[in-house]
């Protein structure tokens, strides 16, 4: 019998102790809560102490309730939204977050389910808001002292195509601002926002359509100054060939007409000589023009009236026919 008495006691102190004792990992802060209501301050909360280990409470009118210590992550759902110069874009953002008031915490969200939800709401408002007051290009540009490439096509057009207007901020300071709006309001929960970053910026179907239609329109462009700037040079060739050949057409002419007047002052001369040395041979060669006069004017079919003092008659007034 007393043997059994001490059993019971043992045993009954087992489950005392058992549920007086607990243990806290590294990796969270616990507070303790009488009859639902927390009491004390949360144990390893601090990271300056390092509260990990064994502790005790009181038996079964107290419990444990353990919080994540660690950073968490919260992953928003992709969101249409308008940017300022009305144009829609899907925005998926994500954010870094943890637990700095246990109690208020528990109180307010009792779990981290309803945290997120809440995070949903008051992230997305933000981004939603900060969007809405920003044009595209802030939102696309991820820096504004970053310099984009140009494109060598653009640049081999000497001109503004393709050029991007300039930007005040940049997409890393819409995340500051998102942060900055967002860690007041979830800090009445318990909540310390870290971090908020945009994952992924996709166009919606109209945006992507305006977005081609301009880069098309921006080949052309530079396709119509090519051809613009190769009809100029084509003229331009054309023209010097044009002036080349009037050059070249313009000295042999004149070369050609010196070399006449030279050929023809010689046979005048030669002409003037033969006249000066015989009189016959001027009458020999006029008898000769005569006869080419004949040859040229006079064919098989020609009829022709002339008077007997004519030059042209004067030849066959003394026309022989030879004796057989």
Do not use: C
Not at 209 to 219: G, L
Not at 252 to 259: G, L, M, P, V
């Amino acid at each position: 019998m007393k043997a059994i008495s001490i059993l019971i006691v043992a045993f009954v102190g087992v489950i005392i102790i058992a549920s007086s004792a607990y243990t806290v990992n590294q990796a969270e802060q616990v507070f303790i809560t009488e009859f639902g209501k927390p009491v004390g301050d949360p144990i390893n909360a601090d990271p300056a102490k390092n509260e990990a280990g064994l502790h005790w409470k009181k038996p079964f009118i107290q419990q444990v309730n353990r919080i994540e210590k660690r950073m968490l992550e919260w992953d928003g759902p992709a969101t249409e939204m308008p940017t300022r110069d009305k144009l829609y874009i899907t925005v998926d953002n994500f954010a870094r977050w943890r637990i700095s008031d246990p109690k208020t915490y528990f109180e307010k969200l009792r779990d981290e389910r309803s945290a997120l939800s809440r995070l949903d709401d008051i992230i997305g408002s933000e981004t939603r808001n900060v969007i809405a007051s920003h044009d595209l290009i802030e939102v696309i540009r991820s820096d504004k002292d970053r310099k984009p490439v140009r494109d060598e096509a653009l640049a081999a057009a000497s001109s503004n195509l393709g050029q991007l207007p300039p930007i005040r901020f940049g997409r890393n300071t819409l995340d500051e601002q998102i942060l900055k709006a967002a860690q007041p309001k979830v800090r009445s929960w318990g909540i310390e926002l870290l971090d908020v970053r945009f994952k992924r910026i996709n166009y919606k179907p109209g945006v992507i359509d305006k977005i081609y239609k301009r880069m098309s329109s921006e080949r052309e462009q530079i396709a119509d100054r090519f051809r613009s700037e190769g009809a100029g040079e084509a003229a331009k060739i054309l023209g010097r060939k044009e002036r080349d050949l009037l050059s070249i057409q313009s000295e042999a002419y004149r070369k050609e007409q010196e070399i006449k007047g030279k050929a023809d002052a010689q046979a005048t001369g030669i002409y003037a000589s033969a006249y000066s040395s015989s009189p016959s041979a001027a009458d020999f060669y006029q008898f000769v023009k005569t006869l080419e006069t004949y040859q040229k004017t006079l064919g098989k079919d020609t009829t022709t009236i002339m008077t007997s003092n004519s030059d042209l008659f004067r030849l066959f007034k003394h026309i022989e026919t030879p004796k057989p």
